[in-house]
């Protein structure tokens, strides 16, 4: 995964956005991945499809870790 130094700018988002993923993940379909857009700094969780020209895909599951009981929980940066 690139840009690992640039996501601590982005902490806060990303651990939000990949925790409201992980609570309601059943509401999204199967095909989303994680995008930023590195000028707004927005995080989005959606379909390829819907990202626009600025937004950076990355694959989500780089920011889904499992923890010591086994649940999973968004990777803090």
Known sequence: ???TDRFH????????AVKEYLAH???YATDVELAVNWNTR??????PSEFGADDTPYVLSDFILINEQGLYEPKVF
């Not at 927005?42 to 379909?47: H, L, N």
């Open 9 to 16: 700018e982005i902490s806060d988002e990303l651990y939000n």
């Open 42 to 47: 927005e995080v989005k969780i959606a379909r």
């Open 25 to 27: 993940h059943t509401q």
């Open 1 to 3: 995964m690139d840009n």
